[in-house]
Structure formats: C-alpha cells, structure tokens
C-alpha cells in the first residue's frame, strides 16, 4: 500500500458523452502506456494587475487553470486504436478518469475532454499512438476532479 498517487496508472479510461454531453455509460479501458508518458499538465491561468500609480497593486484577477492529461500508448500486433481519429482529430467529447497504481489513493477524472491524437514512429520504439485530452468546461463543477475507483 503506498501513500502517494504514483506509479503506472493501475486504469485509464475514457468514455464518449452522450447527448448534451451525458455521462459515459461505456468506458474504453486504454491498453499498455508507455512509461513515463502518462502525465497531467496544468496551466496556471493568466493574472491581470490593476497597478496604481507609481507602482501599487490594486487588485489582481486570476482566469482559471488549465488542464490537460497526455499518453503514449504502444501499437502491438492486432491493436485497435482506443478513440478513432481522422488525420489527428477526434470531433466528439470524451471523459477521460485514471485509476492510481494504488486504487485506494485519489486518481482524477475529467468529464469533458477535447482529444486528439498523433501517431508517431522509430526504429526504436515502433509505432505509437499519443493521446492528449485537453479539458473542458463541464456541464457541471470542476474541470479536473478527484476520482476513486470503485472495488
């Protein structure tokens, strides 16, 4: 049992919305990531000052954060992309939730995500499929919310 959210993602899963973006009643559970490729990015939102004269702040404004989770995903023999794409781009809404090595500690869940997806390859590697999901403003609440897996 570890205390940290860390590891390889022990789920990722991700779901298309419904009409009126609906939850997902179906989950696409993503096969093998590459490791160290699975990641959560946030961007601070930007801050606006209001400077006073000679120098002072006034006020300050803050916009909301963004957020975006990005994998790799390994192509092997007989795989069948996750989430279809035409030339990179993905024109439905998905959910997208990680399940932490460690089920009992917080993973998080977007419920709508704008994806898109690059496929790469090297003689290294072979081919990949590197998925980015990039949040939206929900129906309802936070963008990026905790999430815990059910046992």
Do not use: H
Request: charged share 30%.
């Amino acid at each position: 049992m570890s205390v940290l959210a860390w590891g390889k993602p022990k789920k990722l899963e991700a779901g298309k919305l419904g009409v009126s973006d609906a939850a997902p009643t179906d989950w696409i559970e993503f096969p093998e990531i590459v490791k160290d490729t699975a990641k959560l990015t946030t961007e601070q939102g930007s801050k606006t000052e209001a400077i006073a004269e000679g120098g002072g702040i006034v006020d300050v404004r803050v916009e909301k954060n963004k957020y975006s989770f990005e994998c790799e995903l390994f192509v092997k023999t007989g795989d069948e992309k996750p989430i279809e794409d035409e030339d990179g781009i993905v024109l439905d809404s998905y959910a997208v939730r990680l399940t932490p090595e460690d089920p009992k500690n917080e993973g998080f869940i977007m419920d709508k995500t704008s994806v898109s997806c690059v496929e790469t390859w090297t003689s290294a590697d072979g081919k990949r499929w590197k998925y980015t999901f990039s949040g939206l403003i929900p129906k309802t609440g936070k963008i990026l919310k905790a999430y815990f897996a059910t046992t």
